[in-house]
């Protein structure tokens, strides 16, 4: 008879495998910065996750759609969860939750814009780690699970949603947040632009309508049933401020218009994400912090 050993996993190899479960889709560089900051050549990093992937714990793939300008358009390995080491993070922490995160490779087209995305939603939840007065309650991507055994993207996916069926009309966030403050639990969502040459109006014509369905149903209560706010804000990130007011300018003109939020992603730190007035509605000229009342 053979027996097993318990799966040994030393604690800073559990913390990348929690982070990975976490945001998806990460490269070493944003694993390094988020939990080695001291490993400055990033061996160390390296070496961690060498050994995670050689314990089949950990997937890689590689990031075949490059921004020429970023890295100087060199490729990266982006890591994303395997199987196995959900199974083994949903023994660990004895939480069912570990079913819903997708382990399923991503797709080689998007894992750009994936990675961009990943980015945002760490440095939201390092934003709010500063405001003792707001609380992170839930960050969702957009690759998590509803129903892993469905077929179906609106029954698959968690935020994936169908609105309305005749006429076909769909809403995708890029990703989903549940803040609470001052005992108010309110919904935003994600829109990651990373494309300046695609004209404004039709992303706007692509996007607005799903999110004015999405209010008018009341169907941001299904993504996140705990919220207490009947609205939402939708965060539009554009890569300049040119890009960004051409945004404001085509979903003013939308449905719902008034539920959009638009910065520069330069713009954007840990410390201006929620405080900072670097967040532009799609009309007037006066930006204002994403959360009011200052810092806290």
Not at 7 to 36: G, K, M, N, Y
Not at 90 to 116: G, I, K, M
Not at 238 to 257: N, Q
Request: glycine share 6%.
């Amino acid at each position: 008879m053979t027996v097993h050993e318990p799966l040994a996993v030393p604690p800073r190899d559990l913390a990348i495998l929690l982070l990975v479960a976490a945001f998806d889709t990460l490269t070493r560089s944003q694993i390094t910065a988020e939990l080695f900051p001291n490993d400055d050549d990033g061996r160390i990093t390296r070496k961690r996750l060498k050994i995670l992937l050689g314990r089949g714990l950990l997937n890689q793939t590689s990031m075949q759609v490059v921004n020429p300008a970023v890295n100087g358009g060199v490729t990266a390995p982006v890591y994303y969860p395997s199987a196995k080491g959900l199974d083994f993070l949903r023994q660990e922490r004895d939480d069912e939750a570990f079913r819903l995160v997708n382990a399923t490779t991503p797709n080689w087209t998007t894992l750009y814009h994936s990675v961009a995305v990943a980015q945002t939603r760490l440095l939201l939840t390092r934003a709010a780690a500063l405001r003792p007065d707001v609380k992170l309650v839930e960050h969702v991507g957009e690759r998590a699970f509803r129903d892993h055994t469905a077929t179906e993207p609106h029954a698959r996916y968690r935020l994936f949603t169908l609105v309305t069926q005749e006429p076909l009309l769909v809403c995708k966030p890029d990703a989903g947040w549940l803040f609470e403050k001052d005992g108010v639990r309110k919904v935003f969502y994600l829109e990651q632009d990373r494309d300046s040459t695609k004209s404004a109006e039709r992303v706007a014509a692509q996007k607005c309508g799903g999110y004015a369905g999405l209010l008018k149903h009341q169907l941001h209560m299904r993504h996140f049933p705990t919220a207490t706010d009947e609205t939402f804000r939708v965060l539009m990130i554009a890569p300049t401020p040119a890009r960004r007011d051409a945004l404001r300018r085509a979903v003013a003109r939308k449905p719902e218009g008034n539920r959009w939020r638009f910065a520069c992603l330069a713009d954007l730190t840990t410390e201006s994400f929620l405080t900072a007035p670097v967040w532009y509605r799609a009309e007037g000229d006066q930006p204002e912090p994403m959360v009011p009342g200052g810092p806290a």
